[in-house]
């Protein structure tokens, strides 16, 4: 069957039409213009020197969905697509791609350097589980100053690890300085894009190595679907040696699971590679197809809607700062926040959707005006179509310790906003009502 469809030039296009059709590669059967969900837990080989070659990784095909399927491989090309990326990878959610990301170049006795401003889930990730597989984490004293960074360095440093604008407290992370701290201690930078996604900010074309999204919050956009992704810069060197031993003793010392492959041969996508062929082979983290196909659905209206995120979210940001019951608005948006330098000085339109504010009062005050709501759902997601709300020091980051709280930014007063695309006069009046509440 002849088609004229050829998207064989897909990143020549702009992102808006990127993200309708990268990875769309019509199957030569039936040339679905939708990508089919390819609901199957495996593929028949043509015959035993097939099935060799494919488990030997020199065809790249299909064996099991828990490695690869075509609907996945869909939405792994247009993640990486989206995101300037050589590879992507995806996972089951974005906690299982963040992991995969510090375990695929960090084990027992290494070290991980992170900004404190970190979702809640992420920074127990970093201070107690990866703890206890032996990989020590330190949280910069201020993240927004390179010399803390660099100040947090071991000898046995693996990685720095920032999130694009953070979650809740809204901050802009000057990705170009930290890189280039990284790099000078031979380390990649690591960054968390889900609260920008590509629409707003690339990372890996301001020096980032790798980058994890949470493709549940903007990216799939109504919550339906839970995701992450792993994307690869393809830029990063992973033979470097430090003190005449390799950095990164994994990827240039042969794989016993693969016959002596060294990962570093590969080329650009050695790090795709490896966190597909290694943990996502042993975790079992996969995304689902159906879960792959909601998230490239809803992928092709992501330009659109987070266009209008954040005209919202400005505007929101705009209405809290001129309340008399609110004390402090996280958003660099605004001229006030500390972090509108960074954002003129990275060119970024916007800086998400995703900000909080600290209330007049406390925990007391905060759920009072949570509960008052009627538009706004109280639940711990972002990134829907519809307003989210909730309270972050009992709910999202409710496992932190006072002086994590603290060095994320959150207090009892503090309530988080992820502002969805309704009318903003619907979503200010209904913030208003919680305002009233309160007294």
């Not at 990268?22 to 609901?39: C, E």
């Not at 127990?124 to 201020?142: P, Q």
């Given at each position: 069957m002849s088609t004229k469809y050829d998207n064989s030039a897909v990143n020549e296009w702009s992102f808006a039409t990127r993200s309708l059709h990268?990875?769309?590669?019509?199957?030569?059967?039936?040339?679905?213009?939708?990508?089919?969900?390819?609901?199957t837990t495996s593929y028949v080989f043509n015959d035993a020197e097939h099935a060799a070659n494919r488990f030997g990784l020199s065809d790249a095909g299909p064996i099991y969905t828990r490695l690869t399927n075509p609907t996945q491989d869909a939405l792994e090309e247009r993640l990486a697509s989206l995101e300037g990326g050589v590879a992507a990878v995806a996972f089951a959610s974005g906690q299982a791609a963040e992991t995969a990301a510090i375990l695929n170049l960090a084990s027992a006795g290494d070290h991980i350097v992170a900004s404190p401003r970190l979702y809640g889930g992420t920074s127990?990730?970093?201070?107690?589980?990866?703890?206890?597989?032996?990989?020590?984490?330190?949280?910069?004293?201020?993240p927004d100053d390179p010399t803390s960074w660099q100040d947090a360095v071991q000898p046995n440093t693996k990685a720095f690890y920032g999130e694009t604008f953070g979650n809740p407290v809204a901050d802009v992370l000057d990705i170009p300085a930290i890189a280039e701290v990284a790099h000078k201690n031979l380390v990649p930078l690591i960054v968390d894009n889900t609260i920008a996604t590509g629409a707003l900010a690339r990372p890996l074309e301001l020096g980032a190595d790798v980058v994890v999204v949470s493709t549940t919050k903007f990216y799939t956009g109504n919550g339906s679907a839970i995701g992450g992704a792993i994307i690869d810069g393809g830029s990063f060197d992973w033979t470097v040696e430090r003190d005449g031993e390799p950095v990164f003793p994994y990827f240039v010392t042969p794989d016993e699971a693969y016959h002596g492959l060294k990962y570093a041969d590969l080329g650009a996508p050695a790090f795709a590679v490896k966190a597909r062929a290694g943990l996502l082979r042993d975790t079992g983290a996969a995304i689902s197809p159906f879960n792959a196909w909601l998230t490239l659905n809803g992928i092709e209206t992501l330009q659109l809607r987070v266009e209008k995120h954040n005209a919202n979210a400005q505007a929101v940001a705009e209405y809290l700062e001129g309340h008399a019951k609110v004390t402090k608005v996280n958003y660099a948006g605004l001229d006030s926040s500390p972090h509108k330098e960074v954002k003129e000085k990275l060119g970024y339109d916007y800086t998400g959707s995703v900000l909080s504010f600290d209330?007049?009062?406390?925990?007391?005050?905060?759920?009072?005006?949570?509960?008052?709501?009627?538009?706004?759902?109280?639940?711990?997601?972002?990134?829907?179509?519809?307003?989210?709300?909730?309270?972050?020091?009992?709910?999202?980051?409710?496992?932190?310790?006072?002086?994590?709280?603290?060095?994320?930014?959150?207090?009892?007063?503090t309530v988080r906003l992820s502002v969805g695309i309704e009318d903003v006069q619907d979503i200010i009046a209904d913030l208003e009502r919680g305002f009233a509440a309160i007294g």
């Open positions: 990268a990875g769309q590669n019509l199957d030569g059967s039936t040339n679905a213009r939708n990508v089919p969900i390819y609901q127990t990730l970093f201070t107690v589980t990866l703890k206890r597989l032996g990989i020590d984490v330190t949280l910069v004293d201020n209330i007049d009062g406390g925990r007391e005050e905060a759920w009072a005006f949570i509960d008052a709501l009627k538009l706004h759902s109280n639940l711990a997601n972002i990134g829907d179509t519809r307003s989210l709300v909730v309270h972050p020091a009992t709910t999202t980051h409710s496992q932190s310790d006072e002086a994590a709280l603290k060095a994320a930014g959150i207090t009892q007063a």
